[in-house]
């Protein structure tokens, strides 16, 4: 430690402080830091749907809901004025492997009461099926796309459920399960013949060749050009 009259060299010199000196203890989680004021709620009024609550990281709050009633559920926790939850945050998913369920993440944000809360739906890998949320939050329309793409999970109600990431006639699978396998379902060869092969009409949507046309390899001004000097040859 440097005093007042010290310079900032003679803490190098003294070296590192011993870690012998008993140290706080930390603090175990208080009786409030456990409930959550919207979980609450939620187990009042939705009882038997609400199956799990979990504390990480000494304030986050993780309610588990049947997956079922998830529009339900989440319908209530944005417009009850309470809770409030005007913004979705994120939607994911995590699949931890070894045949288990995969869990759809909802993150949660009450603007209003500067709250946050975390809604997870387990999918058995045989029912891969749950109710989109795009009519609550727009947001969510990309971002249950990426969970569809990466994780197979498919969106009842979804209006556009297509790929995202990857081309629209990606047919090894969804990259982000834990059975994917580190190179891929397809050999390096097989992977190269198809990328190769792959035309531009798997990067581009019927709406966006529409507006745009098909992609060129030039201007429209240089390939007329080119053409007219293919003509005078």
């Given amino acids: 430690m440097v005093d007042d009259n010290g310079s900032a060299f003679d803490a190098v010199e003294e070296g590192p402080e011993s870690s012998d000196a008993p140290s706080e203890a930390p603090r175990a989680a208080s009786e409030d830091s456990l409930e959550h004021p919207s979980v609450t709620a939620l187990k009042d009024g939705f009882g038997e749907a609400v199956l799990h609550h979990e504390v990480h990281a000494g304030d986050q709050h993780v309610v588990f809901i049947e997956p079922t009633r998830n529009v339900k559920l989440l319908t209530w926790l944005k417009s009850d004025p309470d809770h409030a939850y005007d913004l979705l945050a994120d939607v994911t998913a995590v699949d931890y492997g070894e045949g288990r369920p995969i869990q759809v993440v909802y993150q949660l944000w009450s603007i209003t009461h500067r709250r946050a809360l975390r809604v997870k739906c387990e999918l058995a890998l045989d ?4 109710n989109s949320v795009v009519p609550l939050w727009k947001t969510a329309d990309w971002l249950e796309r990426e969970v569809y793409d990466l994780f197979g999970v498919e969106f009842t109600g979804h209006p556009d459920l297509r790929r995202i990431l990857m081309p629209q006639n990606y047919a090894e699978g969804h990259p982000l399960r834990k059975d994917f396998p580190l190179r891929g379902r397809f050999s390096r060869a ?3 013949k198809r990328a190769l092969s ?9 709406e966006m060749l529409e507006m745009g046309g098909a992609p060129a390899l ?15 040859s």
């Fill in 127 to 130: 029912a891969l099926t749950i």
């Fill in 190 to 192: 097989e992977q190269t």
């Fill in 198 to 206: 792959q035309d531009y009409q798997d990067y581009y949507t019927p």
């Fill in 218 to 232: 030039l201007p429209p001004e240089l390939e007329q050009a080119d053409t007219e000097a293919e003509d005078v």
